[in-house]
């Protein structure tokens, strides 16, 4: 965002925001996240679309106005923003030597392409599980049906969502009885909001 009473002046945080919506007439005392409703946001989603958003600051401005201007980027930016992803070492029983019953009938120098293939899986749903954790840690589970790398069981992979550091642990296993094919917080649950 820009500050027009300064025009060279590129807000690139929310403490500069807020600093600059106490020199308006009439001042704005500023803004936080609660106020701009987009589930699912942490602070530096919000300072990289202050950086990015181009509208600019005016005296006679009102809040809404403000967060109006923010919030589709946000929005976006729940949905986009990347996240590091490690996988889970608990998931290597689940490859070659693990437990019968539970194991990807694939050789044991594939467990990359599957657990590549996962990380794909989770990619898009990040939005979702970041709106619905609202900032706390949460475990999640991903069903899909049976792929590649399964056989003929469907494909369980557990997400474990780290609120901060922001990140996704991760491990997925074969499974001959998943109820559903949805990302939910317990195995078989009712699926987390869109």
Do not use: C
């Not at 609660?34 to 919000?46: K, R």
């Not at 202050?50 to 923010?70: C, F, H, K, S």
């Not at 594939?110 to 590549?116: D, E, G, H, L, W």
């Amino acid at each position: 965002m820009r500050d027009n009473k300064q025009p060279a002046t590129v807000l690139n945080t929310l403490h500069d925001l807020n600093s600059a919506l106490l020199k308006l007439t009439p001042s704005i005392t500023g803004i936080d996240t609660s106020m701009l409703q987009v589930p699912g946001i942490t602070i530096a989603m919000l300072n990289a679309e202050i950086a990015a958003n181009t509208a600019a600051l005016w005296d006679g401005m009102q809040r809404p106005e403000v967060i109006n201007a923010l919030k589709p980027g946000l929005i976006n930016r729940v949905n986009t923003t990347p996240i590091t992803m490690t996988y889970d070492v608990h998931g290597d029983k689940h490859f070659p030597g693990g437990q019968p019953g539970t194991k990807f009938p694939v050789a044991a120098h594939q467990k990359a392409q599957v657990n590549t293939a996962i990380r794909a899986l989770i990619d898009p749903v990040k939005g979702r599980i970041r709106r619905d954790a609202k900032g706390k840690n949460q475990t999640y589970y991903l069903t899909e049906r049976p792929t590649t790398y399964t056989g003929a069981m469907s494909l369980v992979v557990q997400v474990d969502y780290i609120a901060s550091p922001e990140s996704i642990g991760y491990h997925g296993y074969p499974s001959a009885n998943v109820p559903i094919y949805t990302i939910s917080r317990t195995l078989g649950g009712v699926a987390i909001a869109i």
